[in-house]
C-alpha cells in the first residue's frame, strides 16, 4: 500500500477524479469463455485450472461458480461465459490479469471425444432437416 501511495507523490487531480480504488484480492473472480457447443458438459462446482501470462510456470485451481444464462457473439464464435472463484492466499494475481483456463468436467472415451462433432451435426443439422 505505501508502494501504491509513493507513485501518486507530486501528481495532481482534478476535481472529481479517481484517487484510489480499494480491491479485495484474496479471492477472485475468473471468466472463462467456453464455446457454445461445450456449456453442456460443465456444471457449478466443477474444477477449473488457470495459468496466467504472469505465472506461466504455476497452475492455479478454483470451482465453477457460475454459468451465464446467455451466449454471446464473439469475432471467434459463439461463447458463453463461465464464472469461476479462485482463491489467492499468496497475493500472486491481479485483476484484469489474463491467461488460460481448463474446466474438468464429466469424463468421456477417446473417441466421443473426437466424434462429438460429427455426432453434434447429425441430432442438430440432420434433425433440423426432418420435417
Do not use: H
Not at 64 to 82: D, F, L, M, N, W
Amino acid at each position: 500500500d505505501v508502494y501504491k501511495r509513493q507513485l501518486l507523490t507530486g501528481v495532481y487531480l482534478r476535481r472529481g477524479a479517481e484517487l484510489l480504488t480499494l480491491e479485495d484480492t484474496r479471492t477472485l473472480e475468473a471468466e472463462i469463455d467456453l464455446p457454445e457447443a461445450d456449456v453442456g458438459l460443465v456444471k457449478v462446482g466443477d474444477n477449473v485450472r488457470l495459468r496466467p501470462w504472469a505465472n506461466e510456470d504455476r497452475e492455479i485451481a478454483g470451482k465453477v461458480k457460475e454459468i451465464a444464462p446467455a451466449a454471446q457473439t464473439k469475432s471467434y464464435g459463439t461463447i458463453v461465459r463461465v464464472g469461476a472463484s479462485i482463491p489467492n492466499p499468496e497475493d500472486t494475481l491481479r485483476p484484469a490479469m489474463t491467461g488460460y483456463g481448463k474446466i474438468d468436467c464429466e469424463e468421456m472415451r477417446v473417441w466421443e471425444a473426437f466424434l462429438r462433432r460429427i455426432i453434434r451435426i447429425v441430432r442438430v443439422e440432420f434433425w433440423s432437416w426432418i420435417p
